[in-house]
């Protein structure tokens, strides 16, 4: 069973432009959330987070929005950059700090 | 500070061989984890440990799987037999007292053929 899930494999945006990741999730017991970027080769590394209490969460380029009722998460990247280029993974925590994670959305930012 | 070693990098073996896989963790992370990512997918929990006791490992393959934590720091994945549908890139990560977000290694490419 798939309790978070990322229904866009791809995603290209113009340098500049604002860029959207998606993620939807099942479980509603999910108490904090989490944004990956991994480039190839490497292994994901910790983007941005929002706890289950709050429905916005921003650092710099990058703001995480939560919608509980909705079971829905989003990245937003304003402006985008070439050095974005990456697959974006959403993460979800349940009990004892084990997370699910989607199957990744891979964002392709052309300059 | 230091970030998750894992070694080797790369790893083809032929099915029904035998491979292991080792990590070491950022220092002073008690809890450690050992994730499958098949190709096109997200990273999937194989076994958390909190210093040398298993927390989850429901799902691990066991009948092929195997993971031990001695001492509480470094970690070994093992796999015996290989199948096909073990190729992936096997990721260890680690977290300070089981809190807040992991800290990835750069994982180890398993190609089985």
């Known amino acids: 069973d798939q309790q978070v899930k990322q229904n866009s494999p791809s995603l290209s945006v113009q340098e500049g432009r604002i860029s959207i990741l998606n993620c939807d999730y099942t479980?509603?017991?999910?108490?904090?959330f989490l944004w990956y970027k991994k480039y190839p080769a490497e292994g994901p590394t910790f983007l941005i987070s929002i706890s289950s209490i709050k429905d916005k969460n921003e650092d710099g380029r990058f703001t995480v929005f939560l919608n509980k009722s909705a079971k829905h998460l989003s990245l937003h990247i304003v402006p985008s950059q070439p050095g974005d280029s990456a697959v974006y993974f959403c993460?979800?925590?349940?009990?004892?700090?084990?997370?699910?994670f989607g199957s990744g959305t891979k964002l392709n930012v052309k300059p | 500070e230091a970030g998750v070693a894992q070694s080797p990098r790369y790893k083809i073996i032929e099915k029904r061989q035998s491979v292991a896989f080792w990590c070491n963790p950022i220092s002073g992370h008690a809890t450690l984890y050992w994730y499958q990512q098949i190709l096109g997918q997200g990273p999937k929990l194989l076994i958390q440990f909190q210093n040398n006791g298993v927390v989850d490992d429901s799902q691990l393959p066991k009948d092929r799987f195997s993971a031990e934590r001695l001492k509480g720091v470094d970690s070994t994945l093992k796999i015996q037999p290989a199948k096909l549908e073990d190729s992936a890139v096997y990721l260890c990560?680690?977290?300070?007292?089981?809190?807040?977000?992991?800290?990835f290694g750069s994982g180890t490419r398993l190609t089985v053929v």
């Open positions: 993460a979800a925590r349940v009990q004892l700090n084990k997370f699910y």
């Open positions: 479980n509603s017991m999910f108490d904090y």
């Open positions: 990560a680690s977290s300070f007292q089981g809190a807040g977000g992991y800290t």
